[in-house]
């Protein structure tokens, strides 16, 4: 019998720490061939080059799609997007998969997405249904899912959504958050071993901080970035700061820059470009709260029980878990939000996103389908 060949798509460390549990059971299944394509900030050095913990995870990489150039204005994104087309057509033609697996709403999955369109590859699609209202990635997300064949929300409320923009009810299912997988299956470092490997000395309190660009805010990512930095600065040297990058949106590179000067002056603190899923699952057991506007805060943070410093819009419109405490992007509404973060008692909190076995149940239905091709001429289902 021949295997039918899935190929999933990984654009960012962030995002390959997630599909990590799903190509993982794909692998494991002697019916299936697991495809790769590895892209965006992966193949970047500036990143860290994290395609190189794919294959120290022992998975083969089928294809690799450069994009990104050192120019992250609106004109360098959409030239990255462009390439990004040709060059997951070119992957798809000799690939030739049977299923196209992406997740979530950045603008290589966008691309990856176009490009199996035309080639009429199915699509099956991780995370769709969210609403992030201060970003690009809402519109993007929705997109997608309409250009997508089977539907994987993170929660009842997304799969209603994706159920509103048309799509068939018999393709739509609510696994959970598949984030949650890792901190179900993850063997955590231990306290000591994870300093050894950040090289970085916990203090009396401790923030894990990700803040990426805002790309529909009217206020300047990097005015948003000062704001944060502001109010960080004001936490003393007993206050460990632990930095990760921003991901490779317009003004990304240069917030990148400006944090890096910030960790260069201050003994408390250290900016690492990937930390990988181990180390940042590790991290959040660890530290006192999380600080910026990553969707791990809305996501995973609350199975630690740990409370977030959510700042400005663009995470707006996530279901939120009571530990996330929302703020402004202005230093002192973010240093007051922080002392709240502190004295937040988060241990009765709920996680609404699942609980950590998404990924068996995802690949379950995507085997089921017996003739993916069949899905492809989509009917609009009207509510």
Not at 229 to 235: E, F, I, P, V
Request: hydrophobic share 40%; glycine share 8%; aromatic share 8%.
């Amino acid at each position: 019998m021949k295997k039918r060949k899935i190929c999933v798509v990984t654009g960012s460390r962030a995002e390959y720490g997630l599909l990590y549990w799903l190509i993982r059971e794909i692998c494991k299944d002697h019916s299936l061939h697991s495809q790769i394509i590895a892209t965006g900030t992966h193949l970047s050095a500036v990143f860290g080059s994290t395609y190189r913990d794919i294959e120290r995870d022992g998975f083969t990489i089928a294809k690799k799609i450069p994009i990104l150039t050192s120019d992250d204005s609106a004109l360098g994104v959409t030239r990255s997007l462009g390439k990004a087309v040709t060059g997951f057509a070119t992957a798809f033609r000799d690939l030739k998969p049977d299923w196209l697996v992406v997740l979530g709403d950045r603008y290589e999955i966008l691309a990856a997405v176009e490009a199996a369109l035309i080639a009429k590859i199915p699509v099956a699609h991780l995370a769709g249904g969210d609403i992030t209202e201060g970003a690009v990635d809402d519109s993007i997300r929705h997109a997608i899912t309409k250009m997508s064949h089977l539907h994987f929300a993170t929660h009842a409320a997304s799969a209603r959504r994706i159920r509103q923009l048309g799509e068939d009810p018999k393709t739509i299912f609510c696994p959970g958050h598949i984030g949650l997988d890792g901190i179900r299956n993850t063997d955590f470092l231990s306290r000591f071993e994870l300093e050894k490997s950040l090289r970085f000395k916990f203090r009396q309190r401790n923030f894990l901080i990700t803040f990426h660009p805002a790309t529909l805010d009217r206020i300047p990512s990097l005015r948003q970035l000062d704001e944060l930095l502001s109010a960080l600065g004001r936490l003393g040297t007993d206050t460990g700061l632990i930095f990760t990058a921003s991901n490779a949106d317009r003004e990304g590179i240069e917030m990148n820059r400006k944090i890096k000067s910030f960790v260069s002056t201050r003994d408390n603190t250290c900016f690492i470009a990937s930390m990988g899923q181990r180390r940042y699952l590790s991290a959040m057991k660890y530290v006192d709260a999380i600080v910026g506007n990553s969707s791990s805060g809305i996501y995973e943070a609350p199975s630690f029980k740990l409370p977030t410093v959510n700042i400005g819009d663009r995470q707006r419109g996530r279901q939120q878990a009571t530990s996330v405490i929302n703020c402004p992007p202005q230093a002192s509404r973010i240093y007051e939000a922080i002392l709240k973060a502190l004295k937040k008692n988060c241990s009765k909190v709920t996680n609404p996103y699942g609980d950590g076995r998404s990924a068996p149940r995802i690949l379950r239905a995507i085997k089921k389908i017996r003739d993916p091709q069949g899905l492809l001429k989509k009917k609009f289902c009207d509510i």
